[in-house]
Nanobody, 126 residues
Framework: QVQLVESGGGSVQPGGSLRLSCAAS????????MGWFRQAPGKDREFVAA??????????LYADSVQGRFTISGDNAKNTVYLQMNSLKPEDTAVYYC?????????????????WGQGTQVTVSS
């Protein structure tokens, strides 16, 4: 069974940075695509970024709202995917989730992913 554990959330001022981590376990993760999503209060969960296997050098895709500010990357040896978030804005405030799917393509929809972490809170406020 796939287990995903996010960490690295917190509170930061506008313009600041955070790095989220998603530690994956329970399977051999070759051929898994990993995604980051977020959900703000009262809003639907939305796509943020995704990366294909091999996570250390996979193809990536970003939502327009984070393009140029966020970077998704991974460490195959550690079974961990990261989301580096720079130039944070108040509208980035949300619970951030990582998700996994055994497939080769980049996926952007919530229903495409099979496994989810518990989420980590990111708050951007002055």
């Amino acid at each position: 069974q796939v287990q995903l554990v996010e960490s690295g959330g917190g509170s930061v001022q506008p313009g600041g940075s955070l790095r989220l981590s998603c530690a994956a376990s329970g399977r051999t993760f070759s051929s898994y695509v990993m995604g980051w999503f977020r959900q703000a209060p009262g809003k639907d969960r939305e796509f943020v970024a995704a990366i294909t296997w091999s996570w250390s050098r996979g193809n990536t895709l970003y939502a327009d709202s984070v393009q140029g500010r966020f970077t998704i990357s991974g460490d195959n040896a550690k079974n961990t995917v990261y989301l580096q978030m720079n130039s944070l804005k108040p509208e980035d405030t949300a619970v951030y989730y990582c998700a996994a799917k055994r497939t080769r393509g980049l996926l952007t929809t919530v229903t495409s992913y099979d496994d989810w972490g518990q989420g980590t809170q990111v708050t951007v406020s002055s």
